[in-house]
T-cell receptor, first 110, second 116 residues
Framework: SQQGEEDPQALSIQEGENATMNCSYK?????LQWYRQNSGRGLVHLIL?????REKHSGRLRVTLDTSKKSSSLLITASRAADTASYFC??????????FGAGTTVTVRA | KAGVTQTPRYLIKTRGQQVTLSCSPI?????VSWYQQTPGQGLQFLFE???????NKGNFPGRFSGRQFSNSRSEMNVSTLELGDSALYLC???????????????FGEGSRLTVL
């Protein structure tokens, strides 16, 4: 079963625009991670945010975590064609089990 | 540093056969986990090994099994293949100082299994 659920399922934006996707989860977590997957390839780790953190930045990525609402968001600023991919959130429970959400498919149009 | 290596990359089997997939983690990583990815079910956790011991197991039938060797390389086996086993099987390794904690996962490119 999947703990994290991403929203929206799919997102289409113009190059240069920002892309925002959300992840909601059900039970307490140790940390939450975001991954990117290009079509048919392996996943690439983007960012990890711990349960006691509220916001993290990495280049054009900004992740927020609201443990009271059990939700996280991933913002990609100034999107590029190379950002076209599927994005997954992964929650790590307090007993260290990692569970992926269903993913958000992002298409960046030139 | 070499990444996670999975072999074979592609394979085709028929129903009833069995298959073994291999995963070589990043040097120094002692944790290896396996995932099944399908369009319908998404990424499903199969199992995780740490220092040759299975630490966690997902909700898959006993036809799915795995093991880890002393050099941290891991194999997974699926016996009596069914059509529904067609999927991309992903292996990931991570550096863990002990049996607890899950940080960043490093994924291989996957083994794409087609069952006819």
């Amino acid at each position: 079963s999947q703990q994290g659920e991403e929203d929206p399922q799919a997102l289409s934006i113009q190059e240069g625009e920002n892309a925002t996707m959300n992840c909601s989860y059900k039970t307490s977590i140790n940390n939450l991670q975001w991954y990117r997957q290009n079509s048919g390839r392996g996943l690439v780790h983007l960012i990890l945010i711990r349960s006691n953190e509220r916001e993290k930045h990495s280049g054009r990525l900004r992740v927020t975590l609201d443990t009271s609402k059990k939700s996280s968001s991933l913002l990609i600023t100034a999107s590029r064609a190379a950002d076209t991919a599927s994005y997954f959130c992964a929650t790590v429970s307090n007993d260290y089990k990692l569970s992926f959400g269903a993913g958000t498919t992002v298409t960046v149009r030139a | 540093k070499a990444g996670v290596t999975q072999t074979p990359r592609y394979l085709i089997k028929t129903r009833g056969q069995q298959v073994t997939l291999s995963c070589s983690p990043i040097s120094g990583h002692r944790s290896v986990s396996w995932y099944q990815q399908t369009p319908g079910q998404g990424l499903q956790f199969l199992f995780e090994y740490f220092s040759e011991t299975q630490r966690n197991k997902g909700n898959f039938p006993g036809r799915f099994s795995g093991r880890q060797f002393s050099n941290s390389r891991s194999e997974m086996n699926v016996s009596t293949l069914e059509l529904g086993d067609s999927a991309l099987y992903l292996c990931a390794s991570s550096f863990r100082a002990g049996p607890s904690g899950t940080g960043e996962l490093f994924f291989g490119e996957g083994s794409r299994l087609t069952v006819l």
